[in-house]
């Protein structure tokens, strides 16, 4: 069985573009997640879906936004693209809003320079 | 508030034990992970323990959590070269689904 699958794995962006990230959760789980761990710290939890619906907002600015499809994968958006996003960003998958179990991707690694 | 506190460094020679330590803040949390970060990769879930619990163990991890200190730790029996990796605890918050994770401790294992 796949895993949680991310793509991009790597990109560059320039300050103020746009960056749209991809997340396929394992298949049977409908909740997915996605954090920021920006270089030498923890992740940082910024959204959760479930059903499509949002269940959990982080503090991060409204530049950042998300959706889930009816196939339960997920993207991430972020707009004016920020020096201080650059950041591994990663998405976890679990059956249920408030299951146990969350099965982290590999990341995708975004640079903005 | 929600926090979670590691030290951030720890070395140890092949075939002792490793002792990684965390503090978080949250009573009401349900479930505290370890999780496992190797250099570019992502996330690898190593054990989780259940709040009603004392000690879970799991082959060489052993976890121990102390409720009522609010500490949380993981023992690795027998390092290996294999093992060194940054490890981070993270707790489950009472407001659905959200992680929130310490700044993660770095385990050097010198052979």
């Known amino acids: 069985d796949a895993g949680v699958t991310q793509s991009p794995t790597h990109l560059i962006k320039t300050r103020g573009q746009q960056v749209t990230l991809r997340c396929s959760p394992i298949s049977g789980h409908k909740s997915v997640s996605w954090y920021q761990q920006v270089l030498g710290q923890g992740p940082q939890f910024i959204f959760q879906?479930?059903?499509?619906?949002?269940?959990g907002r982080g503090n991060f600015p409204d530049r950042f936004s998300a959706r889930q499809f009816p196939n339960y994968s997920s993207e991430l958006n972020v707009n004016a693209l920020l020096l201080g996003d650059s950041a591994l960003y990663l998405c976890a998958s679990s059956l249920v809003v408030a299951d146990y179990g969350y099965t982290f991707g590999s990341g995708t690694r975004l640079t903005v320079v | 508030g929600e926090d979670v506190e590691q030290s951030l460094f720890l070395s140890v020679r092949e075939g002792d034990s490793s002792v990684i330590n965390c503090t978080y803040t949250d009573s009401s949390s349900t479930y505290l992970y370890w999780y496992k970060q190797e250099p570019g990769a992502g996330l690898q879930l190593l054990t989780y323990i259940f709040s009603n619990m004392d000690m879970k163990q799991d082959q060489r991890l052993t976890v121990l959590l102390n409720k009522k200190d609010k500490h949380l730790s993981l023992r690795i029996a027998d390092t290996q070269t294999g093992d060194s990796a940054i490890y981070f605890c993270?707790?489950?918050?009472?407001?659905?689904?959200?992680?929130?994770f310490g700044q993660g401790t770095e385990l050097s294992v010198k052979p």
């Open positions: 993270a707790e489950k918050s009472n407001q659905g689904g959200k992680l929130i």
């Open positions: 879906y479930y059903e499509k619906e949002e269940r």
